[in-house]
């Protein structure tokens, strides 16, 4: 395909999901099934698209002065793509599927367009009535940090330190040359990707498929190692799902812990099986029934929620979650948050057990306010000093984190601005 029917392919993937509410990915396979000739490269190009407006469709469409779907992706193709107007002119040139080019005066008003000048909810790219949720969750500089959401997101692996080291993992995919993380002492990073390009297909690897690495975000990352998890230990992963927490937990144990993966929906659990086996992690039990931990209750070392959330950090890879997110939805997942802290509560061990709360969200609702009312209604934990424990367990990572006092402590939130990584919030709870 040249770049019109790729274009024109956007602006039809773009109408599917705003007509019928659909998630991204599932409009683009459905374009993709449906549209069998496009290779891979189209696909790729026309996904990339997709999600470049999806990221910045306020920003895009103010500065346009048109928030149609033709006029957006015009506006991700010089924003993201870096190209200038005249070679997109120059490359639609006698293409029948082009859609039809900006003209002249919407060129120069996007060029010209002051973003400063915008309403708040324009130059941070969000719905307006996140407006005041934002700003009360990430202070006065919540502008800039909402729009650093909205970046294209670069690629993190964690490598399996029951196999390898980073050296070695790093050595195994030389050719796609990765950074080690800043922060996190166990990742490998492909950097975002640059136009109509996309990450290498990991999974397919040797490296992947013998369990040296696993693709995961640095911040996911961090938040693992923040729970302190030792040799020995009895660990409880209570929202284990597909188990990306449950692997680097088993890898920090060394293999030497007793740890148990639990999600609520048992059909979560399946890809951890095949997961743990590739990592070869041998001392992990998955348990698919709440009957199956009684044995653990007030036993646990460290009892690890990675709570249902609106994944209201993870908007630059799922921008499309953004626009279809809402106020009782953030409602609903608050009481499940509740919910699953005080059934956590009762597995962790008294007297100095932990409790380690994490989201991928960056809403104040969802996170600070949720700890504080949690220890409202369990006077027996106290939360600890999150610098504290960041010192202890990342050593040589700069505090590149925002800081949160809460009663008695410190809880931690990363974000895309100051972290580098998706918006993860930690917070750490021991039972007196
Ligand atoms: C953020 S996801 C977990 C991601 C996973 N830990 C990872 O790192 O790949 C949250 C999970 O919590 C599960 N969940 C929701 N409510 C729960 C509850 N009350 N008890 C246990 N799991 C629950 C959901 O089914 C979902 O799989």
């Given at each position: 395909?040249?770049?019109?029917?790729?274009?024109?392919a956007?602006?039809?993937?773009?109408?599917?999901?705003?007509?019928?509410?659909?998630?991204?990915?599932?409009?683009?396979?459905?374009?993709?099934?449906?549209?069998?000739f496009?290779?891979?490269?189209?696909?790729?190009?026309?996904?990339?698209?997709?999600?470049?407006?999806?990221?910045?469709?306020?920003?895009?469409?103010?500065?346009?002065?048109?928030?149609?779907n033709?006029?957006?992706?015009?506006?991700?193709?010089?924003?993201?793509?870096?190209?200038?107007p005249?070679?997109?002119?120059?490359?639609?040139?006698?293409?029948?599927?082009?859609?039809?080019?900006?003209?002249e005066?919407?060129?120069?008003?996007?060029?010209?367009?002051?973003?400063?000048?915008?309403?708040?909810?324009?130059?941070?790219?969000?719905?307006?009535w996140?407006?005041?949720?934002?700003?009360?969750?990430?202070g006065?500089?919540?502008?800039?940090?909402?729009?650093?959401?909205?970046?294209?997101?670069?690629?993190?692996?964690?490598?399996?330190?029951?196999?390898?080291d980073?050296?070695?993992?790093?050595?195994?995919?030389?050719?796609?040359?990765?950074?080690?993380?800043r922060?996190?002492?166990?990742?490998?990073?492909?950097?975002?990707i640059?136009?109509?390009g996309?990450?290498?297909?990991?999974?397919?690897?040797?490296?992947?498929?013998?369990?040296?690495?696993?693709?995961?975000?640095?911040?996911?990352?961090?938040?693992?190692l923040?729970?302190?998890?030792?040799?020995?230990?009895?660990?409880?992963d209570?929202?284990?799902?597909?188990?990306?927490?449950?692997?680097?937990?088993?890898?920090?144990?060394?293999g030497?812990?007793?740890?148990?993966?639990?999600?609520?929906?048992?059909?979560?659990?399946?890809?951890?099986?095949?997961?743990?086996?590739?990592?070869?992690?041998?001392?992990?039990?998955?348990?698919?029934?709440?009957?199956?931990l009684?044995?653990?209750?007030?036993?646990?070392d460290?009892?690890?929620?990675?709570?249902?959330?609106?994944?209201?950090?993870?908007?630059?890879?799922r921008?499309?979650?953004?626009?279809?997110?809402?106020?009782?939805a953030?409602?609903?997942?608050?009481?499940?948050?509740?919910?699953?802290?005080?059934?956590?509560?009762?597995?962790?061990?008294?007297?100095?057990?932990?409790l380690?709360?994490?989201?991928?969200?960056?809403?104040?609702?969802?996170?600070?306010?949720?700890?504080?009312?949690?220890?409202r209604?369990?006077?027996?934990?106290?939360?600890?000093?999150?610098?504290?424990?960041?010192?202890e367990?990342?050593?040589?990572?700069?505090?590149d984190?925002?800081?949160?006092?809460?009663?008695?402590?410190?809880?931690?939130?990363?974000?895309?601005?100051?972290?580098g990584?998706?918006g993860?919030?930690?917070?750490?709870?021991?039972?007196?």
């Amino acid at each position: 395909m040249r770049l019109g029917g790729r274009l024109a392919a956007a602006i039809e993937v773009l109408e599917d999901i705003a007509k019928r509410h659909r998630p991204v990915a599932d409009a683009l396979k459905d374009w993709g099934l449906s549209h069998r000739f496009a290779g891979s490269g189209d696909r790729s190009a026309i996904g990339n698209l997709v999600y470049d407006v999806l990221r910045r469709k306020r920003s895009f469409g103010w500065r346009m002065g048109n928030d149609s779907n033709r006029a957006l992706v015009f506006a991700a193709l010089v924003e993201s793509w870096r190209l200038a107007p005249d070679g997109i002119a120059a490359a639609l040139e006698d293409d029948r599927f082009a859609p039809k080019l900006p003209g002249e005066a919407e060129w120069t008003r996007f060029a010209q367009a002051d973003l400063g000048k915008a309403p708040p909810a324009v130059q941070a790219d969000v719905p307006d009535w996140l407006v005041g949720e934002l700003e009360a969750s990430l202070g006065a500089d919540w502008i800039a940090e909402a729009a650093a959401l909205g970046d294209r997101p670069p690629l993190d692996l964690r490598v399996n330190t029951l196999l390898a080291d980073r050296a070695k993992a790093s050595a195994a995919l030389a050719e796609f040359a990765p950074a080690p993380t800043r922060l996190s002492p166990l990742g490998l990073r492909l950097p975002p990707i640059e136009g109509a390009g996309r990450h290498p297909n990991i999974q397919a690897e040797a490296a992947f498929q013998t369990g040296l690495v696993e693709v995961q975000d640095e911040g996911s990352q961090l938040a693992a190692l923040l729970v302190g998890a030792r040799p020995g230990e009895t660990l409880l992963d209570l929202c284990a799902g597909a188990g990306g927490k449950t692997l680097a937990l088993a890898a920090a144990t060394g293999g030497e812990g007793h740890l148990h993966a639990f999600d609520a929906d048992r059909r979560r659990l399946a890809p951890i099986y095949d997961r743990l086996r590739r990592a070869e992690a041998r001392d992990v039990a998955v348990h698919g029934r709440m009957e199956d931990l009684a044995p653990l209750e007030a036993k646990a070392d460290r009892v690890v929620v990675d709570a249902p959330c609106t994944g209201a950090g993870t908007w630059r890879r799922r921008p499309d979650a953004k626009w279809r997110l809402s106020s009782q939805a953030v409602e609903k997942r608050i009481a499940e948050q509740d919910a699953v802290l005080d059934t956590a509560s009762r597995f962790v061990r008294p007297g100095g057990g932990r409790l380690a709360f994490i989201t991928c969200s960056v809403l104040a609702r969802e996170n600070t306010a949720r700890v504080e009312a949690f220890l409202r209604r369990h006077p027996d934990f106290a939360l600890e000093d999150g610098g504290a424990n960041w010192r202890e367990h990342l050593p040589e990572a700069p505090e590149d984190v925002h800081l949160r006092p809460l009663e008695g402590g410190t809880a931690l939130l990363l974000t895309p601005r100051r972290s580098g990584t998706d918006g993860f919030f930690f917070a750490r709870l021991v039972r007196r």
